[in-house]
């Protein structure tokens, strides 16, 4: 019996993980690479998912025509560099029947170690 448990408490774990990541958090990862978002003083440029240790979407907005979103991100672009905490602003156009990735804007930047 207690083994019955266990198992169901490892796939109900197991089934949690797989679905903390969304879609929509897989598509922000992948539409991020080669962007960079931010100015002179501080910016980010995406050059491989790698790079993106976490994202979380804090809150979005989806109109007709538009789907904006404010997501939290972790960064780092080497295992030997510091890491970042990023707020950003993602914003998407419908264009036809589909949604394409229109811009990222950075709204905080930090290094955290």
Same mark, same amino acid.
Do not use: H
């Given at each position: 019996? %207690?083994?019955?448990?266990?198992?169901?408490?490892?796939?109900?774990?197991?089934?949690? =993980?797989? =679905?903390?990541?969304?879609?929509?958090?897989?598509?922000?990862?992948?539409?991020?690479?080669?962007?960079?978002?931010?100015?002179r003083e501080k910016?980010?440029? &995406?050059?491989?998912?790698?790079?993106? %240790?976490?994202?979380?979407?804090?809150?979005?907005?989806?109109?007709?025509? #538009?789907?904006?979103? =404010?997501?939290?991100?972790?960064?780092?672009?080497?295992?030997?560099?510091?890491?970042?905490?990023?707020?950003?602003?993602?914003?998407?156009? %419908?264009?036809?029947?589909?949604? #394409? &990735?229109?811009?990222?804007?950075?709204?905080?930047?930090? #290094?955290?170690?």
């Open positions: 019996m %207690k083994r019955m448990t266990l198992l169901l408490t490892m796939m109900t774990a197991g089934a949690l =993980t797989l =679905t903390a990541q969304t879609p929509e958090v897989q598509q922000l990862r992948s539409d991020l690479i080669g962007r960079t978002m931010g100015g910016c980010w440029k &995406f050059q491989s998912a790698d790079q993106i %240790k976490e994202l979380v979407i804090k809150d979005k907005t989806e109109g007709a025509q #538009k789907w904006v979103c =404010t997501v939290t991100l972790k960064l780092q672009a080497g295992s030997t560099t510091g890491k970042y905490a990023a707020e950003a602003r993602v914003e998407y156009e %419908k264009i036809g029947t589909e949604w #394409k &990735f229109k811009q990222v804007g950075l709204l905080s930047l930090a #290094k955290i170690e």
